[in-house]
């Protein structure tokens, strides 16, 4: 619930201007600056970012993130949060992360992938928010016109903008979803229904649900991926102790989910052979790369029938359990040379009569049947 007016969006822009950079972080370096921000690792930037209010907010940043040292202001808890000190890849308003090959065009991303964890106190209102913006332009600076908000935790009696519309499985966790705006730009939020500390997973997950929702299309950008707090009342020892992030392109639209397959090609042939028995299944799936070039870095789409439920899987990583998923390679079998095949499965449970998916995507591309 960051940047709900439009005066607070032209002060945060207006104030950018100004934007006080403080180098490379060393061990515990300190920022109270109210738009103060600096780099760690050489490809993250940490930034303070108190837009809502004059009064004092401190960080001190590590190595690996950040933790809020003191936070004097007060929001009201039916209105907008005070800041939003916050790690980041990509580019924000007028600052990008070194090396950043954000902004990227939905289309070509491949896999986008985080690992984020938290450090949680009580007595405080405010929630942990990791956001990913995305705009019809590559732009590098001002507001997009797409948020997407995960709340991992949030204390106190505060929500996210606009209104409940429905629940989401992604990354194989229940979340549920609000979307609305606040007056600047569209915003689609996925609360957890208990705290995370921790967690890495596919941001392009998160992506094509709502590019799944019509907020977006392929044809948009992905500027940032952010992660940190946005505070209310206090904060002080609230931490990201670890944020990392890494966009890849070379794709064709995300993979998995979309309502209209592309056209099949010949670069790729899935072979699925299923075992069933009375209320449950197994599925080997063999996908072949039948182009004339490797493949490094693969995700098949696919949608299972009604009734159908994924318990386990092995040598893939499935972004949830039922309905439209995308499995994703682990680390040992990631490249596919030409002519060659990796192969994984998952058993689960069924009702009704089993049928077995009808379509497969390959990186956003169609696959034969094998």
Sequence with gaps: MKRFLAAACVLAASALGALVVTGTAQADTRICDQYGSTTIGGRYVVMNNRWGTSAEQCINVTGSGFSIASQQGTGSTSGAPVSYPAVFYGCHYTNC???????????????????????????????AAYDIWLDPTPRRDGVNQQEIMIWFNRQGNIQPI??????????????????????????????????????????????NDVRNRGAITNSWYLTSIQAGFEPWIGGAGLAVTSFSAAVNGGGNGGGGGSTTPPPASSSCQVTYTPNQWQGGFSADVTVKNTGSSAINGWSLGFTLPAGQTITSSWNATLSGSSGALTARNVSFNGSIPAGGSQSFGFQGNYSGTYASPSSFTLNGTACTRG
């Design 162 to 207: 606009g209104s409940v519309v429905g629940n989401a499985t992604i990354g194989g966790r229940t979340w549920q979803v609000w979307r609305g705006s606040n007056g600047s730009n569209a915003v689609v939020s996925y609360v957890a229904p208990s705290p995370i500390t921790s967690w890495s997973f596919s941001v392009l997950d998160f992506i």
């Design 97 to 127: 992360s070194p090396g950043t090959n954000l902004p990227i065009q939905v289309s070509q991303i491949s896999s986008a992938t985080s690992s984020i964890s938290y450090n949680y106190v009580s007595g405080a209102t405010y929630d």
